[in-house]
C-alpha cells in the first residue's frame, strides 16, 4: 500500500454545508457531497487515488507552499518548479441546494506543465458513476451520474477518459488564467447554471472576511485565534446550526491501530465548547443558531437526550464499518455512525448548562422554551446522577465514577440554582441544592487521592487524567488550591509527552487496544490551567510550543506527534480549535490582571 499523505499536509476547504480536504500536492482527496455526513465521492483519504480524488498540480519536481488569503479559509497553493510558478486557488461558495469546489489556475512566471486526474467514486469510493461529455451553450462539459448523484465540470481544460479515470496535462504560462468548477446537485434536477466563476473567489473571501469583523478580539496569538474561529465557522452548518467536531471519519489516533472514529456529528459537549470560544472573543452574535439547533435536537422526552445528533438533530448514528476501504495507512476498520451516542456521559448536561449560563448572563438566552428544556433535563438528571457513566473520553470499557464526570454534574446543578437565585428563572431547586451539596463533597473526598496529593481520573484508581485540568474553569475547586496544584504537577510527572499531557495512560480502561498521541485539546487545557494558577511563563512557553506544531496553514488534528510533527486523528478538529481560543484568551486575562 503507498504511503499516504501526511495529515498536517491537508487543509480545509468549505462552504458551510460540507467540506473538502487538499493536500499540499493539490490533489482533493476527501469530500463528502452534498453534506458533512454524506458519503464521500472523493476518499482517497481512506485508500488511495482509485477510491476518488481531483488533483490539478505541476508534473514533475516542484516546491509548493501555501496560505488561506486574509479574512478567509480560501486556499492558495504557490507550485515552483524548473521552468516557472503558478499558483492554485481553491474555493468552496455557499450555494442553493448545490455544492461547487472552484479551481483557478493562474500562471505567475515562466511556464508549468500541469497534470489534472479526476476518479470520481459515489458511495465511498464504492461506486463509478456514468461519465458523458455534453455541450452547454457552445462549451463542453463534463458529467457523472449515479443514483442520486450528478457532478458537473466545466472549464477550459477537461480530462480525458482513460480506464474509469479522467486525466489530461495542459500547459499555464504566465498570465493565463484557468477556472474549473466541479458542481453537485441531484441528479434528476436541470442543469444548475455555472456560479460566474470570474467573481466566486472574491465573494467567497468578502464573506467571510465580513462576518470576522465581529471579532473583538486583539490580545496575544490573534492569527491563530482568527484562523481558529474560521474553522469553528466552517464547522458549523449554516443551514441546520449543528457544529461538527471534524469533517472525517477514521482517521487514526494510532498508527495502523483500530482508534478510528467517525467524527461528523455534533456533540452537544463539543458544540457547547466552540459557543464558549466564540462568546471569549465577543462573537456572540454569532451562536442563536446554535441555541435553536439545540433545542430543536433535544426536543422530546429529557429520558431520550442524547450526547450527540446528526447535523440536522437526528438520533440515527449506527456504527457500520466500510471494508472496501483499506483505510488511511492501513488502519482498520473504517466506520461510518459512530456506536458512542448510545453511551451515558454525565459531563455532557454539565457542560450544555455552563455555556446556556453564559449566554442568559449576556442577555442571550431569553427563551422560556430553552429554561423548560433546562429545568426538565435536571429534574431527569436527578434521577440517575448516583450511576457511573463513560466519560468524557468515551471509554468503551466498564462505566465508572469518573471525577471529571461527576463535577460536571454539580456543574449542572449549581448553574440550575443559580438560574433560579439570581437570574429569576422558575423551579422547585430544593433537590437540585441536595444534590448539588452532595456532588461537591463527594468530588472533593472520594474524587481525591490523600496518597498522592491529586485528584484521580475515576473513583477506582489513583491514575491521573487530564480532563481534571478543567476543575478551576467548572467551578468547583480554585486554581490555586493546593489539590488542583498537586494534579497539575501528576499529569506533569505522568502524562507529558515531549510537554504536551496525552488524555490518560491507555491501561485498559478505555476498552481499547493500542495507544495514542498527546492529545491538542489537553495541552491548551493545560496552558489554560498554568495562566489560572498564575503560572503565565509556563502558559506562554507551553502556547508557543502548541501553536508551532500547526500545520503551515495553522489546522490542528486531534492530536499530534511532539517528536515529529505529525498530526493523527480526525482533521480538523474542533475541539484543537476551540480550544486554542480559549487558551489565548486566558493568557491575555492573566497578562492584564
Not at 57 to 63: D, E, R, S, V, W
Not at 437 to 448: M, Y
Request: aromatic share 8%; glycine share 10%; with cysteine.
Amino acid at each position: 500500500m503507498p504511503t499516504p499523505t501526511p495529515i498536517e499536509d491537508y487543509a480545509l476547504i468549505g462552504d458551510r454545508t460540507t467540506a473538502a480536504l487538499v493536500g499540499r500536492d493539490g490533489s482533493i482527496d476527501w469530500l463528502c457531497l452534498p453534506h458533512f455526513d454524506s458519503p464521500a465521492c472523493f476518499a482517497a483519504l481512506l485508500g488511495d487515488r482509485e477510491h476518488g480524488h481531483w488533483r490539478i498540480g505541476p508534473i514533475g519536481p516542484a516546491t509548493s507552499t501555501r496560505r488561506y488569503l486574509p479574512g478567509s479559509l480560501v486556499l492558495e497553493t504557490t507550485h515552483e518548479t524548473p521552468t516557472g510558478t503558478v499558483t492554485v486557488t481553491d474555493a468552496m461558495p455557499t450555494g442553493d441546494g448545490r455544492a461547487d469546489v472552484v479551481r483557478v489556475i493562474t500562471g505567475v512566471s515562466g511556464e508549468v506543465e500541469l497534470e489534472q486526474s479526476l476518479v470520481v467514486r459515489f458511495g465511498y469510493g464504492s461506486v463509478p458513476p456514468w461519465f458523458r461529455r455534453m455541450e452547454e451553450d457552445g462549451a463542453e462539459i463534463l458529467v457523472a451520474i449515479a443514483g442520486p448523484d450528478r457532478l458537473v465540470l466545466r472549464g477550459p481544460q477537461l480530462p480525458l477518459a482513460d480506464d474509469h479515470r479522467h486525466r489530461s496535462s495542459f500547459t499555464v504560462r504566465e498570465g493565463d488564467r484557468v477556472v474549473l468548477d466541479l458542481a453537485w446537485q441531484h441528479s434528476w434536477l436541470p442543469l444548475a447554471a455555472p456560479v460566474g466563476e470570474s467573481e466566486i473567489v472574491a465573494t467567497t473571501i468578502a464573506e467571510s472576511s465580513e462576518w470576522l469583523r465581529a471579532l473583538e478580539y486583539d490580545g496575544p496569538y490573534l492569527e491563530a485565534v482568527r484562523t481558529s474561529v474560521l474553522v469553528l465557522r466552517a464547522l458549523t452548518d449554516e443551514v441546520t446550526g449543528g457544529i461538527l467536531a471534524a469533517p472525517t471519519t477514521s482517521l487514526p489516533e494510532d498508527p495502523g491501530g483500530e482508534r478510528n472514529w467517525d467524527y461528523r456529528f455534533t456533540w452537544l459537549r463539543d458544540a457547547s465548547l466552540t459557543v464558549d470560544a466564540m462568546l471569549a472573543v465577543r462573537l456572540s452574535g454569532k451562536v442563536a443558531l446554535w441555541r435553536d439547533w439545540l433545542l430543536r435536537a433535544i426536543a422530546g422526552d429529557p429520558q431520550d437526550m442524547r450526547i450527540m445528533y446528526r447535523r440536522d438533530g437526528g438520533r440515527e448514528l449506527p456504527e457500520l464499518e466500510l471494508d472496501h476501504l483499506p483505510g488511511y495507512g492501513g488502519a482498520r476498520p473504517v466506520r461510518v455512525g459512530n456506536g458512542a451516542a448510545e453511551q451515558r456521559q454525565h459531563d455532557v448536561l454539565g457542560q450544555l448548562m455552563l455555556t446556556l449560563q453564559r449566554l442568559r448572563q449576556l442577555g442571550l438566552d431569553d427563551s422560556q422554551d430553552s429554561w423548560n428544556m433546562q429545568r426538565a433535563l435536571l429534574n431527569e438528571l436527578a434521577t440517575h446522577w448516583q450511576k457511573p457513566d463513560q466519560g468524557l473520553w468515551e471509554m468503551r470499557g466498564e462505566p465508572q465514577m469518573f471525577t471529571h464526570s461527576r463535577a460536571m454534574m454539580w456543574a449542572a446543578f449549581d448553574c440550575g440554582v443559580r438560574a433560579v437565585e439570581q437570574d429569576g428563572c422558575h423551579a422547585d431547586t430544593e433537590q437540585w441544592i441536595q444534590i448539588r451539596d452532595a456532588l461537591r463533597e463527594e468530588v472533593l473526598t472520594r474524587g481525591f487521592d490523600e496518597t498522592t496529593g491529586s485528584f484521580r481520573q475515576h473513583y477506582a484508581t489513583s491514575e491521573v487524567d487530564a480532563s481534571l485540568l478543567q476543575l478551576p474553569t467548572i467551578g468547583i475547586v480554585a486554581a490555586d488550591d493546593p489539590r488542583f496544584l498537586g494534579t497539575i504537577a501528576r499529569i506533569e510527572q505522568e502524562l507529558l509527552v515531549d510537554g504536551i499531557p496525552l488524555r490518560y495512560r491507555t491501561t485498559g480502561v478505555d476498552g481499547l487496544s493500542g495507544d495514542e498521541h498527546p492529545f491538542v485539546l489537553c495541552g491548551f487545557w493545560l496552558v489554560t490551567a498554568y495562566a489560572q494558577a498564575g503560572r503565565l511563563d509556563d502558559a506562554t512557553a507551553l502556547m508557543d510550543r502548541l501553536v508551532a506544531l500547526s500545520n503551515d496553514v495553522g489546522l490542528f488534528a486531534e492530536e499530534v506527534d511532539p517528536a515529529t510533527g505529525h498530526h493523527w486523528g480526525n482533521f480538523p478538529q474542533a475541539f484543537s480549535h476551540l480550544g486554542l481560543v480559549l487558551a489565548a484568551t486566558e493568557i491575555a486575562k492573566a497578562s492584564a490582571a
